[in-house]
């Protein structure tokens, strides 16, 4: 998003500094702001999403807003989840996700996404990522407040089937 900004910013200078403002200048700009704003509106769309896991109540409540920005709720019991586990996405952007897993297995609920560590031994060494510490604390935080099994930290691997709520 940052790069469309720029790269809008730069085309504007351009044109103005040659004076060379035609239709052609100015769909490209258009173009770069629309894909800027739309960016910048799926990105404020998915920071409004979180997790609140209540051991109390035996509640998982998902609250996120919707394309207008109306909030939403859903509501799971905790004792449809069986483990907690974390793991890393592949690909160029990487994440660490936490998620709550269903008692038979075959469903996750994603609570929360962190930067992955770069556990490389040494700057010469491939890197390879490592579960960061915010997502192992709080996947050990989730098993031992909420009685449920540490399926621990399994590495690399794709995202598997969601429980049918929007994610980040």
Known sequence: MYMLIGALMLEALR????????????VTATLFAVTALVGGWIKAVQSRRRVEIDPRTGQ???????????????????????????????GRFPKN??????????????????????????????PTDTESAKAMHLRKE???????IDGGFLGSRMVGALIGTPTS
Do not use: D, H
């Open 142 to 148: 989730i098993s031992s407040q909420c009685g449920l």
């Open 97 to 126: 996700y936490v998620e709550l897993v269903t008692r038979n297995g075959s469903e996750a609920l994603i609570v929360a996404a962190f930067a992955p560590t770069n556990g490389a031994s040494s700057f010469w060494s491939s």
């Open 60 to 90: 998982v409540t998902i609250y996120f807003v919707s394309a207008f920005f109306s909030s939403i709720q859903i509501r799971y019991p905790l004792a449809q989840f069986g483990s907690v586990r974390s793991y890393i996405t592949i």
């Open 15 to 26: 044109a103005i500094a040659l004076g060379e403002l035609t239709k052609t200048s100015m």
